[in-house]
């Protein structure tokens, strides 16, 4: 077991040394006196245009919010907290949806979902205060949450404008001399009252659509992977998106048989380090890790030598490019180390 316990450190160790870059581009967060809150990049670089950082598939840093309350009510300060998104059980503005009719109202409640994800856990004073949230998303990555074409949700939501629960816009920039659409900017009420765009949120740099364009990090992809695979931003995805945090989907196709794990304490010697190599190497691939592929290797290798069992990692591996794959994960390493720790902790 000491032999066991110092092999899981340095996996862990391992794992960290390869995670240990930070988004510049974490979102600020503010509310107004009048309960207005905003949701954009902060320390845009300069030119007015905001920096994102996504460089390929599902890959990206998950940065803290920044809060600052109103200083006329509290001491103004600073919290740092991460923005999970809330379980769909709690909710404490269903009266803002009473009187809509079922499909405008499937939207309002996917928007204000995504709203109350925005503002920080446990930071009761501000989801007390907060009547509006100001967010940027595609009008066709609801559209593929929700199961329905473009042109319903465009119909939704001009009746959900009608009765002030949303007020909305397309924002526009320039790349090479194109004028081109960015995104959706929602402004979304969570309670009683009418929703309004401030001219605060038309001036945030809420996307750098050249920089996307050159990455390949565009709504488009998530439009192609429904249509090629039928694969859909789940409501995560969406705050991520509206975090500025802009995820694309994976749509690798299996090229190895995960199944040769389970083989691997019978196969021969020899054989071992290229089947161990092969194996390691997709799954880097397939989770877009390749800095991890030597830490994959390490796990097929306490297989061979029976510190783990073949079934068990072979099942968390399937489970684990599964919800990679769908959007569930965003640091399958680390989930693969914690669900390690706890077979440890059981054994």
């Known amino acids: 077991m000491k032999n066991e316990k110092t092999f899981f450190q340095e996996l862990y160790e391992a794992l960290e040394a390869t995670h240990d870059n930070t988004d510049a581009t974490s979102p600020t967060v503010g509310l107004d006196g009048s309960g207005h809150f905003s949701l954009a990049p902060s320390n845009p670089p300069p030119g007015g245009e905001a920096e994102n950082r996504v460089g390929k598939a599902f890959t990206y840093h998950q940065g803290a919010s920044k809060v600052l309350l109103p200083k006329k ?16 059980t709690k909710r404490p503005v269903e009266q803002v949806c009473k009187l809509v009719p079922d499909g405008p109202r499937k939207l309002l409640e996917l928007l204000q979902e995504i709203g109350r994800s925005l503002l920080p856990y446990g930071n009761r004073e501000l989801r007390r ?5 100001v967010f940027l998303l595609p009008l066709e990555m609801a559209a593929l949450n929700l199961g329905v074409t473009r042109q319903t949700v465009h119909r939704w939501k001009g009746a959900l404008e009608k009765k002030g629960l949303v007020a909305t816009d ?13 995104g959706t900017l929602w402004a979304v009420r969570l309670r009683p009252g009418k929703a309004r765009l401030t001219m605060d949120d038309y001036l945030h740099p809420w996307r750098n659509l050249a920089l ?3 990455n390949g990090i565009l709504s488009f992809t998530w439009v192609k992977a429904y249509q090629e695979h039928g694969i859909r931003p789940t409501l995560d995805v969406l705050v991520l998106w509206a975090q500025g945090k802009r995820v694309i989907p994976n749509t690798k196709t299996v090229a190895v048989d995960l199944g040769l794990i389970l083989i691997l304490p019978e196969v021969e010697e020899a054989k071992r380090p290229a089947l161990i190599t092969l194996i390691a190497t997709y799954i880097a691939n397939v989770l877009d890790d390749q800095r991890s592929r030597r830490f994959y290797a390490g796990l097929l290798w306490s297989v061979v030598r029976g510190e783990i069992p073949a079934p068990y990692l072979f099942a968390v591996l399937v489970r684990t490019i599964r919800d990679y794959t769908e959007g569930y994960l965003t640091r399958p390493g680390a989930h693969l180390v914690k669900t390690l720790r706890t077979l440890k902790e059981a054994s």
Do not use: W, Y
Request: aromatic share 2%.
């Open 73 to 88: 009510d509290h001491e103004a300060f600073l919290s740092s907290v991460e923005a999970p998104t809330l379980p769909s």
């Open 129 to 133: 205060k907060v009547g509006t949230v």
């Open 170 to 182: 397309v924002l526009h920039q320039t790349v090479n001399g194109e004028r081109r659409a960015i």
């Open 212 to 214: 996307d364009m050159a």
